[in-house]
């Protein structure tokens, strides 16, 4: 399954979507995924993410996969692919500057700052931040993602704002969605949309799903993708 968004979807030469897990995406069916996507086959670049802040300036192909969390280009028939499965998928469009982004953002991530680099580096492509779109894929919601009595620890001051009781004695429901909007939001984004689609819910890859079946492994990832024809 793919998904778009609206506000993206509404420039003629962006293409991009929100594909469901398929252990194959990154061999035999990347060619599918980008043709389902575009229409054809074009070049999909990924990286070894690592839920860091580092940010890659594409200007063709990568021979290998390298180590980040982050994508710029404003190469045309490049696309730029992040994969998650809880985590915040986030795609980017400068429509004047006709420059591309995509970063993962997990907790971790986006508390370091790759919200912010990926936006830093389309700056350094010529974009401004006025007049970037920005959507979040699919990511778990908050009822979905319960967490520690140690973890609002790492959010001084920030409980009554992402955080509420969960049913366990000391455990707590993190909203992840609303953390990462009002990252946007606090950088001058002023075109942020959310899919509010559940990875834990829905159809899409979701790892706290499957430890929550006694699956500990996780063998495949949604893939987002975005790219400039």
Request: charged share 20%; proline share 5%.
């Amino acid at each position: 399954m793919k998904i778009e968004c609206p506000f993206l979807s509404q420039f003629s030469c962006l293409k991009h979507g929100f594909f469901e897990a398929n252990r194959d995406i990154l061999t035999t069916a990347k060619d599918q995924a980008m043709e389902a996507m575009v229409g054809f086959s074009i070049p999909l670049v990924t990286l070894k993410q690592v839920h860091g802040n580092k940010v890659i300036h594409v200007t063709q192909p990568l021979a290998k996969e390298t180590e980040g969390d982050g994508l710029v280009t404003r190469v045309r028939g490049i696309a730029l692919g992040i994969l998650t499965a809880d985590c915040g998928p986030l795609l980017f469009y400068e429509p004047v500057a006709g420059v591309i982004g995509a970063c993962h953002a997990g907790w971790r991530g986006a508390k370091d700052g790759i919200i912010q680099a990926t936006l830093r580096a389309m700056e350094e492509e010529g974009g401004a931040r006025s007049q970037i779109y920005a959507t979040l894929g699919p990511t778990i919601q908050q009822m979905s993602y319960e967490v520690g009595p140690e973890f609002p620890a790492l959010f001084p001051d920030l409980y009554n704002i992402y955080f509420r009781p969960a049913d366990k004695e000391g455990h707590h429901y993190f909203n992840l969605p609303l953390y990462i909007f009002n990252q946007l939001l606090n950088e001058g984004i002023a075109h942020i949309h959310d899919l509010r689609q559940n990875t834990f819910t829905g159809n899409f890859s979701s790892r706290r799903r499957f430890l929550s079946q006694g699956i500990d492994g996780i063998s495949s990832d949604n893939l987002s993708a975005i790219a400039i024809i």
